[in-house]
């Protein structure tokens, strides 16, 4: 049974900082597809980065043209714990966030919710102006 828990949300003025976990349990894959989602009240869920951890070591990342170069993917193996910084936040970042996993193979879009089979219960993450 994979089980997928986020935390680190919570209320930040814009420009500031803030760095989501997602704590992933049951997931024995030799490679990992992990993805962060968004959804904001009345908007659609919105892909915001995804990491593809090889079985050999390589690691490739994916982000949303809304983020990139604000928020940063990155995983701690040892942990088996993956991570979202956001920095330079903005009121239109405002939105409950969830981390989602999947088996990378058949391979598809990454940023893509319809990928994913296991989800988290979700974080909110509130940017006031």
């Known amino acids: 049974q994979v089980q997928v828990v986020e935390s680190g949300g919570g209320s930040v003025q814009a420009g500031g900082s803030l760095r989501l976990s997602c704590a992933v349990s049951g997931y024995n894959y030799s490679s990992k597809c992990m993805g962060w989602f968004r959804q904001a009240p009345g908007k659609e869920r919105e892909g915001v980065a995804a990491?593809?951890?090889?079985?050999?070591?390589?690691?490739?990342?994916y982000y949303g043209d809304s983020v990139l170069g604000r928020f940063t993917i990155s995983q701690d193996n040892a942990k088996n714990t993956f991570y979202l910084q956001m920095n330079s936040l903005k009121p239109e970042d405002t939105a409950m966030y969830y981390c989602?996993?999947?088996?990378?193979?058949?391979?598809?879009?990454?940023?893509?919710?319809?990928?994913?089979?296991?989800w988290g219960q979700g974080t909110q993450v509130t940017v006031s102006s």
């Open positions: 989602a996993a999947k088996p990378c193979f058949p391979w598809g879009d990454l940023l893509s919710e319809s990928e994913y089979k296991y």
């Open positions: 990491i593809y951890l090889g079985d050999i070591g390589s690691v490739s990342t």
